[in-house]
């Protein structure tokens, strides 16, 4: 409640400029790591999907020309 009131107080651009820009420095690398790790899982997400489909259409696509064994 104490912040609450401290930050009441503050003029609009200290609340919705210097406060963001002050956590932005401070935890900003690890905002870009967290980041960069979610967009690198799901870029390998992605290319499991893509490879996954592509072994189940070659599977189907040969299986089904030969025929019976």
Known sequence: MAVREIVAGMPWWV????????????????IASVVGFVIGL???LLILVA?????????????????DW
């Open 42 to 44: 799901l870029f390998k």
């Open 15 to 30: 609340k919705w400029i210097a406060l963001p820009v002050v956590v932005l420095v401070v935890f900003g690398g690890l």
């Open 51 to 67: 490879l996954v489909g592509g072994l189940v259409y070659a599977v189907r696509k040969f299986t089904s020309s030969r025929g």
